[in-house]
């Protein structure tokens, strides 16, 4: 069967319903976190366990910024978002809970501010979400879900399509390897990306490092939307 001889379903009335979902998601999204003040996003792995190293590291980091007064945005769902809103909680900072609704792993934890647990449908919307308004980006140890986010953010500020914006990676020995990679191959081998580029990225092991180079860097930078 040639391709121009397939069914095509899709409707124009289905398409065009569709973009209004979509539109609804970004107005409402929008108004909730511009309301909100700085907020940090905390990424990580949603099958990381309370009670080991990265569980706790997040929860304690997300306090020591609460604390600071910068709120907490997460992807809402358990592992490492759980131990970055409840911490944010326990500092009685902002607590906030970027859901999307997935076939498994995603469910919102109960450390979500009751008025700042927000649902989205389509990722690429929550993902505008996650980036407009943060202040700041920790990037936990985690899977293929932390890798977008990675990647994405190191691109909108390499790109210059948003200010640039502290981020920060946690854990020398998850990242190492990748960051070695990105140096040697991707930089060096290749030169598909500038030693200015790498610079962008700042790894750390501890709370202690990541607050401080947060309150250092909003000592001379503005608190403003990214883009």
């Known amino acids: 069967m040639h391709l121009k001889e397939r069914d095509w379903t899709e409707t124009k009335a289905h398409s065009s319903w ?41 929860h ?18 358990p592992g490492v978002m759980e131990a970055a809103n409840k911490g944010a909680q326990e500092a009685k900072g902002k607590s906030v809970g970027v859901n999307i609704t997935l076939p498994h792993e995603q469910y919102p934890n109960p450390y979500i501010d009751y008025d700042k647990n927000m649902h989205f449908d389509y990722f690429f919307v929550r993902k505008v979400m996650f980036t407009k308004y943060s202040q700041g980006f920790v990037m936990m140890p985690g899977g293929f879900g932390t890798m977008d986010e990675f990647f994405e953010v190191a691109t909108l500020i390499q790109t210059k399509k948003m200010t640039e914006t ?22 060096e081998k290749e030169s598909n990306i500038s030693p200015e580029d790498l610079g962008l990225l700042k790894l750390f092991d501890t709370a ?20």
């Open 18 to 58: 569709q973009i209004f979902k979509i539109m609804a998601e970004f107005v409402d999204g929008f108004e909730s976190l511009a309301k909100m003040g700085p907020c940090i996003s905390i990424f990580g792995s949603a099958r990381t366990k309370p009670g080991t190293r990265y569980y706790e590291l997040a």
């Open 60 to 77: 304690d980091i997300s306090k020591r910024l609460a604390e600071e007064g910068f709120g907490i945005i997460t992807g809402g769902g």
């Open 166 to 187: 502290p981020m920060v990676l946690v854990g020398r020995e998850y990242w190492s390897g990748l960051l070695e990679w990105i140096r040697g191959t991707m930089m």
């Open 208 to 227: 202690d490092e990541v607050v401080e180079y947060f309150r250092v860097f909003y000592t001379t930078n503005k608190l403003r939307p990214n883009f």
